[in-house]
């Protein structure tokens, strides 16, 4: 693991490590899925929380439905409706084995609403990767402040 990356970011070093690297599709999903099960048989969350569309997101969602763990999916109901990209795959099974599902906006929670999703497990929340550049953007201009005095 690259632990240079979490030192520069000043975050903490990760608890586990899958130690998966690269694969075909379903030999790194699969690969994913085992060791993710023996994490949660571990540390028994009451909710596990998957973001994005990734290989790791269907293998984490996939592992706590088979436990029984609840799933909360955040980027929920993005679609590109070509199922050809793995990513969508990942997407619509996360969506739709989900307990809690996290829209950036409406026109994502009628995507999932119109696949028979119950809009009661539906959250319209904002866009992640905005929230992320905003955040980003004050902590360089608190910078820089600083800096200046």
Excluded: W
Aim: hydrophobic fraction near 35%; aromatic fraction near 6%.
């Amino acid at each position: 693991m690259d632990k240079i990356f979490f030192k520069e970011l000043n975050l903490p070093t990760p608890k586990y490590n899958l130690n998966i690297g690269s694969g075909s599709q379903g030999d790194q999903t699969g690969r994913m899925l085992i060791e993710i099960e023996k994490i949660l048989l571990k540390e028994k969350p009451r909710v596990v929380f998957v973001q994005g569309d990734t290989n790791s997101v269907l293998a984490g969602a996939l592992a706590a439905s088979k436990i029984g763990i609840n799933i909360g999916h955040v980027e929920a109901g993005l679609r590109s409706y070509d199922r050809d990209m793995p990513e969508e795959v990942n997407r619509i099974i996360t969506d739709h084995i989900s307990d809690y599902l996290f829209c950036p906006t409406d026109k994502q929670k009628d995507i999932l609403m119109s696949e028979g999703i119950d809009k009661k497990k539906i959250y319209v929340t904002g866009n992640t990767i905005v929230d992320a550049v905003t955040q980003s953007l004050k902590l360089i201009k608190n910078n820089q402040l600083k800096n200046m005095g």
